[in-house]
């Protein structure tokens, strides 16, 4: 399957908690898992992305947690800011191709 | 300077029309792509061009054709506009396969 399931569709969360988003794929050959932010009316921008040689990965108050087994991945934010607040998709790559396939996006707002 | 750019930004135009959309980027990548993002959020690959080469062609209407003059240029013609055309069409790179991908701004289609 070609699909990336990404939930939840939206999220508010208060100024310094945790913000997190979760995604599930089927296709094992998928082997590149970025996660993108978008604000309104600019293009997606690569936040941070992972390899399934690692369970986890960590930039900053962003990190990436994968289960290879489960076959999913998720997007934790810490000590989430009101610049935060964006629309944030996860993505899957098979290998050897250069199709990305994104999951439906996450609108998170932070509140002050 | 801007490393993905695309031009409109904004296209308003009736149902029927032709209307084109250029992009270009600065940053000496090898592959290029037209995503489409719908009204709820949802990005989807359209083409895909790797040295002016088409690579992916996704269950796109003949009406949409790619051209791809140089490495750094990829321009989307839409042939007989229709109202399910409207969207913002967002331009894209990367080196290789497994690069990030850099996104445009966009160009935000209404056909009327």
């Not at chain 2, 209307?19 to 719908?38: A, F, P, R, V």
């Given at each position: 399957q070609q699909q990336v399931k990404q939930s939840p569709q939206s999220l508010i969360v208060q100024k310094g908690g945790i913000s997190i988003i979760n995604c599930a794929y089927e296709n094992t050959a998928f082997d590149y898992f970025p996660w993108y932010q978008q604000f309104p009316g600019k293009g997606p921008a690569l936040l941070i992305a992972i390899r399934p040689d690692v369970s986890e990965k960590k930039e900053g108050r962003f990190t990436i947690s994968f289960n290879k087994s489960a076959k999913q991945f998720s997007l934790h934010i810490m000590d989430s800011q009101p610049g935060d607040s964006a629309t944030y998709f996860c993505a899957a790559s098979p290998s050897g191709t250069y199709k990305y396939i994104f999951g439906t996006g996450t609108r998170l707002k932070v509140l002050a | 300077d801007t490393a993905v750019s695309q031009t409109p930004k904004?296209?308003?135009?009736?149902?029927?029309?032709?209307?084109?959309?250029?992009?270009?980027?600065?940053?000496?990548?090898?592959?290029?792509?037209?995503?489409?993002?719908?009204?709820?959020?949802?990005l989807k690959i359209m083409f895909s061009y790797n040295n002016k080469e088409l690579i992916i062609n996704e269950t796109v209407p003949n009406r949409f054709s790619p051209k791809s003059p140089d490495k750094a240029h990829l321009n989307l013609h839409i042939n007989s506009l229709e109202l399910g055309d409207s969207a913002v069409y967002f331009c894209a790179s990367s080196q290789g396969w497994t690069g990030e991908l850099f996104f445009g701004e966009g160009s935000r289609l209404t056909v009327l």
């Open positions: - | 904004y296209l308003v135009t009736q149902m029927g029309n032709d209307k084109s959309i250029k992009c270009e980027q600065n940053l000496g990548h090898d592959t290029m792509y037209w995503y489409k993002q719908d009204s709820k959020k949802f």
